[in-house]
């Protein structure tokens, strides 16, 4: 039996003011999240990119085409209104860091891990004093309880759209560190990605690579460039002037 799938129905995808923020329109009418939520956008630049998405559909849409789509679908039904059980989900991972657990042999892996990990938990120490402790193997150790809440300070500190950004950047590498390090600047998307996967990296350079481990590992990647994307657009308030005013509007002018 073939899937059905919703069709587009629209011909072209816009961008309008809403209140404080934007909002996508397909032949004027706006689009709503699936609860039917006013899906509404913090910035110009968000909002003139995932109306791309929509104007990218063909004939059949395809929603693993629109992940910003999704992403502030999610931010608006799901994190906004349970924020602290996201940030407290998240903020967990520092207790298991990915960071932390190293390789006991061979000597190469360990190094490797030592090499790649150990200048992001310095970095974690000296931007917000929170040391995480390193073991060699799998058996979970406790880390410094002041440590992990200066860590879950961090997400308190974010609105739902940026901790709807750090979801994946976290989740994906299993690592709270390598995520605030992708939302700092600290590394990009792609070195995040690089950095969790050395274990996997040396086994497949010493047995041999696997099509579907590859194929898993590439979707992780583009999620978290996704992820990392969506964090430019949020913080890209350069569009984000009403469109109906003039630059020389009075209105904008500060006097001296």
């Known amino acids: ?20 923020g934007w909002q996508v329109t397909l032949d004027g009418r706006p689009v709503r999240t699936p609860g039917k939520l006013s899906l509404i956008l913090p910035t110009r630049a968000l909002a003139d990119a995932i109306a791309a998405e929509w104007d990218a559909q063909s004939e059949a849409i395809d929603p693993n085409a629109m992940p910003l789509t999704r992403a502030a679908n999610s931010a608006i039904e799901k994190v906004a209104p349970q924020f602290q059980a996201v940030a407290d989900m998240l903020g967990d991972y520092g207790g298991t860091d990915l960071l932390s657990y190293r390789a006991t042999h061979p000597p190469a892996l360990a190094a490797r891990q030592a090499a790649g990990w150990d200048p992001l938990l310095d970095w974690a120490d000296a931007t917000m004093g929170a040391r995480l402790a390193v073991t060699q193997g799998v058996i979970p150790i406790p880390q410094d309880a002041a440590a992990l809440a200066r860590l879950r300070t961090r997400l308190d500190a974010l609105d739902p759209w940026e901790l709807t950004a750090l979801h994946d950047l976290v989740t994906l590498p299993g690592s709270l560190v390598l995520g605030l390090a992708v939302f700092d600047g600290r590394l990009s998307a792609d070195e995040a990605h690089a950095l969790s996967r050395i274990d996997e990296d040396h086994q497949a350079e010493a047995w041999g690579r696997d099509d579907e481990a590859e194929a898993a590992a590439a979707a992780r990647l583009e999620a978290l460039r996704s992820s990392e994307r969506l964090l430019a657009l949020l913080r890209d308030r350069g569009a984000d002037r009403t469109p109906d005013r003039h630059p020389d509007d009075p209105a904008d002018r500060t006097d001296a």
């Open 1 to 20: 039996m073939t899937e059905w799938k919703a069709r587009r129905f629209w011909k072209a995808a816009a961008v309008e003011p809403a209140g404080e």
